[in-house]
């Protein structure tokens, strides 16, 4: 038995240490809005947040995750969040929204360490996340306007 | 669905009797043949499609008003982004006179009674750009007579004339007697009177959503996790299966060693289908090991084997033969042997993956009684259903279709086999129905799983006379047919001649004097299927870049040049001088590699020019900015067009600039998004959307915003540098800077 604490509640998780966290999160725990999209960590739809940094659950053993507390986007709050969401809504940013729980979960980390982004910082933290249905320009047009918020 | 009124647990669909149509030949996949003709070209173009405005009144199939006041809209398409629900309720809710907020969305279950596709004939499905086109007397004529039946309610309830009262946002009032009801008080009613059949549809100066922004009924639950896809469907008691797919398209299995699949706890069984090896698992990861532990000897006597290097050979070949006359006119052999210029060009297209986000899954569900459940992202739902039930020796109405949201799609979920929802029907059919299965594909799976955009070749001749015009024009088209050997051959393809292969081309909207347009159907192996805009992908490229060579060889500016030829096509050439004027063509001059391209297409009705703004280094192309202009009839919901046209863009980029899949020895070699990288964020232009104002019925725009991004590049790199690249994707490794 492993111990996973996912957004503020205790789990214990029956299953193979090797198991990636996205497979344990979606299957034995239903947290379902984490999405898996390639599984060798090239598309960013299965992007948690360990300890608040975004990384990829599908290359996240189970038994590496220790006493990091896991975030999904079922379990974000606060203003950062709050403002992402918020502007992801105004612009209407979202298509299939498939790949959206993973950018969002992006743009959460990137808005934290980094209030004012430029174009360039959001390229750089937001290029692992694939949207095809391409919906790129409002994405980086929704995290100006929650830098907005946020300021 | 006669459910005004009711809550949303006491509604159920009325068995409604089907029509035959479907015969009962459906014994396996594929087996299914549908007599109707279909007109997915121009769904706007009254003559000879059906006339929609003729369209029943159908409250009851596709609105119920809850006493909670809650309008839900049923909706009959799949949405896999192209925001369709919104689209749809919106039409409906603006003639029912509700307000936005209290405004939901429902998938319709399969029936394709009520819920056909009115440009599919008895089909219900996704396709062609088509929801909103088929949709539109349909949704508006629902919500009017709905609104009318409230009104009725009301009048008897106040016992005052309906023509006193008004209705507004969701609210009924009778001004003189003060009276005021919200709908969902008058629903229980107003349920119970006959659904007016000519109800009076709305003026467009009374329109208060149509036109309008309208917020998407989908971002709440897209943005939160709690929008539920299939691959989330999670039934009591199910079972995770992951399949063993032969390498080779037309591939068996062989012989099977599944010891050690079977030996890693939680594999709970592993069976043989007709589509390859699946291994049941309690979930995913466990399946996934499973599968990787087999140890499969696949039969590939019957495989396609060969290489797309020699597949392309073949067609190089094919193309000096002549081929099936798709359209004609005069002598253009005459008209080209007289020129003074004569330009030739060959451009090549490689197979491509849908890639849609969501890998490829289905689940399903064997019912107590014998009857199925069945939940994915159903496109083709009287096809989906006819395929099931044939697996699973029930009839149609024993299989209940749930439409989940789709991640995607680009066309991938509309296949005529139904391809994934037969293999997961199989595996219920081996387990005889004990658990539900839920039947994932991984991203390697969704890749190498077939139903490409086919490789296609064009071969172009034209002359041009010594003032620059065009005297004849050549073309021959090598590809796959899409629909030869599918259930909608009988609908489309005629005289051996598959429409989907030269749509785009042999149709042109120039003035050519002569001209000639020969198809070849190729017969390789490779399962092809409609890919986002279907034969426009490649045709367009070829006509809009042999246009601009055209042009550039007459010494004429590319736009006036079009503009020239073009003088019968009046919504092209209007999406043209919009697109050209926004993006200040007639100013711009190219500067050390940067310059302007631009290009115009019409499909499914809708009309898309294009302006590319690109820089030029060396082995390198950025695509600065698109500019473009479209005229779609009415904009129902202008901000969703906007995005349909920027995710296109963002979604043909990389088969612009890399994407392809190839086959080595018949092994397709891009296996994940690696090796067939979809567009990032760094690379996405600027979009810049202009919508022409129109009072045309609507037309679609999932698809017209892909056909125009390759050429409008092409032509850019060639204003820019004087390098003329035809095939897709770009070789840019040719490329040199200035």
Same mark, same amino acid.
């Given at each position: 038995?492993?111990?996973?604490?996912?957004?503020?509640?205790?789990?214990?998780?029956?299953?193979?240490?090797?198991?990636?966290?996205?497979?344990?999160?979606?299957?034995?725990?239903?947290?379902?809005?984490?999405?898996?999209?390639?599984?060798?960590?090239?598309?960013?739809?299965?992007?948690?947040?360990?300890?608040?940094?975004?990384?990829?659950?599908?290359?996240?053993?189970?038994?590496?995750?220790?006493?990091?507390?896991?975030?999904?986007?079922?379990?974000?709050?606060?203003?950062?969040?709050?403002?992402?969401?918020?502007?992801?809504?105004?612009?209407?940013?979202?298509?299939?929204?498939?790949?959206?729980?993973?950018?969002?979960?992006?743009?959460?980390?990137?808005?934290?360490?980094?209030?004012?982004?430029?174009?360039?910082?959001?390229?750089?933290?937001?290029?692992?996340?694939?949207?095809?249905?391409?919906?790129?320009?409002?994405?980086?047009?929704?995290?100006?306007?929650?830098?907005?918020?946020?300021? | 669905?006669?459910?005004?009124?009711?809550?949303?647990?006491?509604?159920?669909?009325?068995?409604?009797?089907?029509?035959?149509?479907?015969?009962?030949?459906?014994?396996?996949?594929?087996?299914?043949?549908?007599?109707?003709?279909?007109?997915?070209?121009?769904?706007?173009?009254?003559?000879?499609?059906?006339?929609?405005?003729?369209?029943?009144?159908?409250?009851?199939?596709?609105?119920?008003?809850?006493?909670?006041?809650?309008?839900?809209?049923?909706?009959?398409?799949?949405?896999?982004?192209?925001?369709?629900?919104?689209?749809?309720?919106?039409?409906?809710?603006?003639?029912?006179?509700?307000?936005?907020?209290?405004?939901?969305?429902?998938?319709?279950?399969?029936?394709?009674?009520?819920?056909?596709?009115?440009?599919?004939?008895?089909?219900?499905?996704?396709?062609?750009?088509?929801?909103?086109?088929?949709?539109?007397?349909?949704?508006?004529?629902?919500?009017?007579?709905?609104?009318?039946?409230?009104?009725?309610?009301?009048?008897?309830?106040?016992?005052?004339?309906?023509?006193?009262? =008004?209705?507004?946002? +969701? $609210?009924?009032?009778? *001004?003189?007697?003060?009276?005021? %009801? @919200?709908? !969902?008080?008058? &629903?229980?009613?107003?349920?119970?009177?006959?659904?007016?059949?000519?109800?009076?549809?709305?003026?467009?100066?009374?329109?208060?959503?149509?036109?309008?922004?309208?917020?998407?009924?989908?971002?709440?639950?897209?943005?939160?996790?709690?929008?539920?896809?299939?691959?989330?469907?999670?039934?009591?008691?199910?079972?995770?299966?992951?399949?063993?797919?032969?390498?080779?398209?037309?591939?068996?299995?062989?012989?099977?060693?599944?010891?050690?699949?079977?030996?890693?706890?939680?594999?709970?069984?592993?069976? =043989?289908?007709?589509? +390859? $090896?699946?291994?049941? *698992?309690?979930?995913?990861?466990? %399946? @996934?090991? !499973?599968?990787? &532990?087999?140890?499969?000897?696949?039969?590939?006597?019957?495989?396609?084997?060969?290489?797309?290097?020699?597949?392309?050979?073949?067609?190089?070949?094919?193309?000096?033969?002549?081929?099936?006359?798709?359209?004609?006119?005069?002598?253009?052999?005459?008209?080209?042997?007289?020129?003074?210029?004569?330009?030739?060009?060959?451009?090549?297209?490689?197979?491509?993956?849908?890639?849609?986000?969501?890998?490829?899954?289905?689940?399903?569900?064997?019912?107590?009684?014998?009857?199925?459940?069945?939940?994915?992202?159903?496109?083709?739902?009287?096809?989906?259903?006819?395929?099931?039930?044939?697996?699973?020796?029930?009839?149609?109405?024993?299989?209940?279709?749930?439409?989940?949201?789709?991640?995607?799609?680009?066309?991938?979920?509309?296949?005529?086999?139904?391809?994934?929802?037969?293999?997961?029907?199989?595996?219920?059919?081996?387990?005889?129905?004990?658990?539900?299965?839920?039947?994932?594909?991984?991203?390697?799976?969704?890749?190498?799983?077939?139903?490409?955009?086919?490789?296609?070749?064009?071969?172009?001749?034209?002359?041009?006379?010594?003032?620059?015009?065009?005297?004849?024009?050549?073309?021959?088209?090598?590809?796959?047919?899409?629909?030869?050997?599918?259930?909608?051959?009988?609908?489309?393809?005629?005289?051996?001649?598959?429409?989907?292969?030269?749509?785009?081309?042999?149709?042109?909207?120039?003035?050519?004097?002569?001209?000639?347009?020969?198809?070849?159907?190729?017969?390789?192996?490779?399962?092809?299927?409609?890919?986002?805009?279907?034969?426009?992908?490649?045709?367009?490229?070829?006509?809009?870049?042999?246009?601009?060579?055209?042009?550039?060889?007459?010494?004429?500016?590319?736009?006036?040049?079009?503009?020239?030829?073009?003088?019968?096509?009046?919504?092209?050439?209007?999406?043209?001088?919009?697109?050209?004027?926004?993006?200040?063509?007639?100013?711009?001059?190219?500067?050390?590699?940067?310059?302007?391209?631009?290009?115009?297409?019409?499909?499914?009705?809708?009309?898309?020019?294009?302006?590319?703004?690109?820089?030029?280094?060396?082995?390198?192309?950025?695509?600065?900015?698109?500019?473009?202009?479209?005229?779609?009839?009415?904009?129902?919901?202008?901000?969703?067009?906007?995005?349909?046209?920027?995710?296109?863009?963002?979604?043909?980029?990389?088969?612009?600039?890399?994407?392809?899949?190839?086959?080595?020895?018949?092994?397709?070699?891009?296996?994940?998004?690696?090796?067939?990288?979809?567009?990032?964020?760094?690379?996405?232009?600027?979009?810049?959307?202009?919508?022409?104002?129109?009072?045309?019925?609507?037309?679609?725009?999932?698809?017209?915003?892909?056909?125009?991004?390759?050429?409008?590049?092409?032509?850019?790199?060639?204003?820019?540098?004087?390098?003329?690249?035809?095939?897709?994707?770009?070789?840019?490794?040719?490329?040199?800077?200035?």
């Amino acid at each position: 038995m492993l111990k996973l604490t996912v957004n503020g509640v205790p789990h214990e998780v029956d299953a193979d240490p090797e198991t990636p966290l996205l497979w344990v999160l979606r299957d034995q725990l239903g947290k379902t809005g984490t999405k898996y999209g390639c599984g060798i960590a090239q598309c960013g739809a299965c992007t948690v947040h360990l300890d608040g940094q975004p990384v990829r659950s599908c290359q996240t053993a189970i038994k590496d995750v220790g006493e990091a507390k896991v975030t999904t986007i079922e379990g974000v709050s606060g203003r950062v969040a709050e403002a992402v969401q918020g502007a992801w809504r105004k612009l209407d940013v979202v298509q299939c929204g498939y790949c959206q729980s993973g950018q969002i979960m992006s743009a959460i980390g990137l808005l934290t360490d980094n209030p004012k982004p430029t174009d360039t910082d959001i390229e750089g933290a937001m290029d692992g996340n694939i949207c095809r249905c391409g919906t790129y320009q409002r994405i980086r047009a929704a995290i100006h306007e929650a830098a907005r918020t946020l300021a | 669905m006669l459910t005004l009124g009711r809550s949303k647990a006491g509604a159920r669909t009325p068995r409604v009797s089907r029509r035959s149509f479907l015969g009962g030949a459906a014994a396996a996949t594929g087996a299914i043949v549908i007599g109707f003709r279909l007109d997915l070209k121009n769904p706007a173009r009254a003559a000879g499609g059906p006339d929609l405005s003729t369209v029943k009144a159908m409250p009851n199939a596709f609105v119920r008003i809850a006493a909670d006041d809650t309008v839900t809209v049923i909706i009959k398409h799949l949405d896999m982004g192209q925001g369709n629900t919104t689209g749809l309720a919106a039409i409906l809710a603006d003639e029912l006179d509700a307000d936005w907020a209290q405004v939901r969305t429902e998938f319709a279950p399969a029936d394709a009674a009520l819920y056909n596709n009115l440009l599919m004939g008895p089909v219900q499905g996704t396709g062609g750009s088509t929801a909103i086109a088929n949709s539109w007397f349909q949704l508006r004529k629902a919500g009017a007579a709905a609104r009318e039946m409230l009104v009725a309610a009301a009048s008897y309830q106040w016992k005052v004339p309906v023509s006193e009262i =008004t209705v507004e946002r +969701g $609210v009924l009032r009778h *001004a003189a007697s003060k009276n005021e %009801a @919200r709908f !969902g008080a008058l &629903a229980a009613s107003a349920a119970t009177l006959p659904v007016p059949q000519e109800p009076r549809l709305k003026d467009p100066s009374e329109w208060r959503l149509i036109g309008t922004k309208v917020a998407r009924l989908d971002s709440a639950a897209k943005t939160d996790g709690s929008a539920i896809y299939s691959l989330d469907i999670r039934r009591p008691g199910q079972v995770t299966a992951m399949v063993a797919h032969p390498p080779r398209f037309g591939g068996t299995v062989g012989r099977v060693d599944d010891k050690a699949a079977r030996a890693i706890p939680g594999v709970l069984d592993v069976v =043989t289908i007709p589509s +390859g $090896v699946a291994v049941i *698992a309690k979930d995913t990861w466990t %399946a @996934r090991k !499973g599968r990787d &532990a087999l140890v499969v000897v696949w039969d590939d006597s019957a495989a396609e084997a060969r290489s797309s290097d020699a597949i392309l050979a073949e067609y190089r070949e094919t193309a000096k033969r002549p081929g099936l006359v798709a359209s004609e006119r005069g002598d253009p052999a005459a008209g080209i042997k007289g020129a003074a210029k004569v330009l030739e060009a060959e451009f090549i297209f490689p197979y491509l993956a849908h890639a849609p986000m969501e890998p490829l899954n289905a689940t399903i569900e064997r019912a107590a009684d014998g009857s199925y459940d069945v939940f994915a992202g159903c496109q083709l739902q009287t096809i989906e259903q006819a395929v099931v039930a044939a697996i699973l020796g029930v009839t149609t109405d024993k299989v209940r279709l749930h439409t989940q949201w789709a991640g995607g799609s680009f066309g991938r979920r509309a296949t005529p086999t139904a391809d994934y929802l037969a293999e997961a029907a199989a595996i219920v059919k081996a387990t005889r129905g004990r658990a539900p299965v839920h039947l994932v594909w991984t991203r390697e799976d969704d890749m190498t799983g077939g139903y490409y955009r086919p490789t296609v070749l064009h071969k172009l001749r034209a002359g041009l006379d010594a003032k620059g015009a065009i005297t004849g024009w050549q073309h021959m088209v090598v590809g796959k047919s899409i629909m030869i050997g599918s259930p909608f051959e009988a609908m489309i393809v005629k005289n051996g001649i598959d429409g989907t292969t030269v749509e785009g081309a042999s149709d042109t909207p120039y003035a050519l004097p002569a001209y000639r347009f020969e198809v070849h159907n190729a017969r390789e192996g490779v399962p092809v299927l409609w890919w986002r805009s279907v034969g426009h992908t490649h045709t367009a490229q070829a006509m809009e870049v042999f246009i601009d060579e055209l042009a550039h060889a007459a010494g004429v500016d590319p736009l006036a040049y079009r503009l020239s030829l073009l003088a019968s096509a009046p919504r092209l050439s209007g999406v043209l001088k919009l697109a050209a004027e926004k993006a200040n063509w007639a100013a711009a001059k190219p500067d050390k590699g940067r310059a302007l391209g631009i290009a115009a297409h019409e499909s499914f009705g809708s009309y898309v020019a294009m302006v590319a703004d690109v820089a030029v280094e060396t082995g390198k192309v950025r695509v600065n900015r698109i500019v473009a202009a479209v005229d779609v009839g009415i904009a129902v919901t202008p901000d969703v067009i906007r995005a349909q046209v920027e995710g296109a863009v963002g979604f043909a980029l990389s088969s612009v600039l890399r994407n392809r899949v190839t086959l080595k020895e018949g092994v397709v070699q891009e296996r994940n998004f690696d090796t067939y990288e979809p567009t990032r964020m760094s690379e996405m232009p600027v979009v810049e959307v202009h919508i022409m104002p129109s009072q045309a019925a609507p037309t679609g725009i999932g698809e017209p915003g892909v056909p125009t991004l390759a050429p409008a590049i092409s032509n850019a790199i060639f204003a820019a540098t004087g390098q003329r690249l035809r095939s897709l994707p770009l070789d840019l490794t040719s490329l040199r800077g200035v």
